[in-house]
Each structure stands twice: as C-alpha cells, then as structure tokens.
C-alpha cells in the first residue's frame, strides 16, 4: 500500500471506534508532497492535522488500538524495565513477576510506531 492509502485505512478504522466520527475526514497531498489531513468540509475545513497531529495522537491510537487493559512483567534485578510477554528476564534470566502496572492496549504500540523510521509502515500491519 502507499502511504495515502495506510493513512486513510487506518483513519477509517479510527472513525469506526469513535476518532472524529461524525466529521468528513479527507487525506490530501499538498505541497512538497507532504500529505496533509483535512477534518470536515473541503471547502470550509475545520482542521489541518499532519500525518504526525494525527497518528501520534493518544486520542487516535485509543481509537485505533482500543483501550483494553494488558498485563505487563517486570524483573526484580530491574524494576523500571517492563515487559510485555511472560517470560524470563533477557538480562539475568529469572521469571519475570506481574506488575502492578496495566498497560492500556493502545500504547506499546504508539510508542513502537513513534520509534520506528516508517510509522506509517508500521502501522500497515494493523490494518
Ligand atoms: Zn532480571
């Protein structure tokens, strides 16, 4: 897919869960090939939102990833590091134990998205 048409893929299934569900959503090209988000009329638009306004936006990746509450581990040798999966710690090898902490499904992935080169690549393989 091109980036016009991940863009516009994922900002449909925002709408769908509520991101600007009742507003006209166009993705344009503008200057310098940069693509350019419009909410409501063409003609009379409400906003101008860049690819970045939209998709590192918490409100779109709740509406995009959903809102479920995920358990995430952490490893006693190191209690800032969290991780996602049951497993064993990568740096001293123990089982990792539960934390306390709930991780809301939307944001392991928005900060992969906002850590990778492509984001809108990444966030092709949701779609
Ligand atoms: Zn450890």
Redesign the pocket.
Known sequence: MTNKQILKKAIEQAKKNGWYSNEEIKVTIFVRRLPKIIVGDINDPKEYLSINDVIFSHDFAKAFWGEQSEDIFK????PTNYYYTFKF??????K?IKSKRILKSWEKPLQQMVLSEEPLKYLEQFL
Do not use: A, T, V
């Open positions: 490893c006693k040798c190191n710690c990568s740096k001293c090898g123990e990792l």
